[in-house]
């Protein structure tokens, strides 16, 4: 057990190393990153936890979102390799399962829907990517090599090899791009609304081009007409009579 806590947190040093072109340094990572401290504490908390001694495991966690203001909840069970950036506000729930080498950025939550009791929170596959604000609420599983973007709120099924955006969240679909290597370019995902809307945009483009069109040939047509007509010279006006003239 004890090889293994050790092996975890060798994995999450070398994960923030891999993972965050600022850090320079191991030391510099042991040190200052928020996002290590507390998988470093809550891998205690939930050795505290798997051996019942639920209030110490809790003491500790409250602890580590004292210190780093990431609240991962210590029976919530997260693999090696984990990578929290800045990490602040990121909420891991009671039964989340966090998968091998997942990349986590401010402001995640792994959270439960309703008061069920039993599993309530999402499990995150291997190699996953989730942005910053994005929501993953509700027991369900979210695949491998999954990206889900920034501000997103995933309420179903994320299939592997997938991207999600959107609020609720939309799976887009990589046409035949399998990721191999865990992807960090959460800013550059696909957006569906946006495809929509650019699609509108073309069609009243259109019309207004159709009806440009459509009033310059009428006013040709006018021209033409007005053109063609015969010119009439214009008469003296005729007068009406006085009424006695029309009397007589």
Not at 77 to 106: K, S
Not at 188 to 193: H, I, K, Q, R, V
């Amino acid at each position: 057990m004890a090889l293994s806590f050790w092996r975890s947190i060798k994995r999450d040093l070398q994960a923030a190393l891999e993972r965050d072109p600022a850090a320079r340094h191991w030391l510099e990572v042991v040190l200052l990153y928020p996002g290590f401290h507390a998988l470093v504490l809550h891998r205690v908390a939930h050795g505290l936890w798997r051996r019942r001694l639920y209030l110490l495991a809790r003491i500790l966690a409250h602890f580590s979102r004292f210190l780093t203001g990431i609240e991962i909840h210590p029976a919530a069970r997260i693999g090696p390799g984990c990578f929290i950036d800045h990490g602040m506000g990121v909420v891991i729930g009671e039964t989340a399962e966090v998968g091998e080498n997942v990349t986590l950025y401010q402001g995640v939550t792994l959270g439960g829907t309703g008061k069920e009791r039993g599993k309530r929170h999402p499990t995150i596959g291997n190699n996953v990517v989730i942005a910053t604000g994005a929501a993953v609420l509700g027991s369900f599983t979210v695949g491998d090599n999954a990206r889900i973007g920034a501000g997103s709120v995933v309420l179903s099924e994320v299939p592997p090899n997938s991207t999600v955006v959107g609020v609720p969240g939309r799976v887009v679909k990589e046409n035949g791009r399998r990721v191999d290597v865990i992807d960090l370019d959460h800013a550059n995902l696909p957006d569906p609304l946006e495809k929509v809307f650019r699609g509108m945009q073309r069609q009243i483009d259109a019309l207004e081009a159709r009806v440009r069109t459509l009033e310059r040939e009428l006013a040709e047509a006018r021209q033409r007409a007005e053109g063609d007509a015969p010119f009439v010279v214009p008469g003296p006006a005729k007068v009406a009579p006085p009424a006695e003239i029309r009397e007589q």
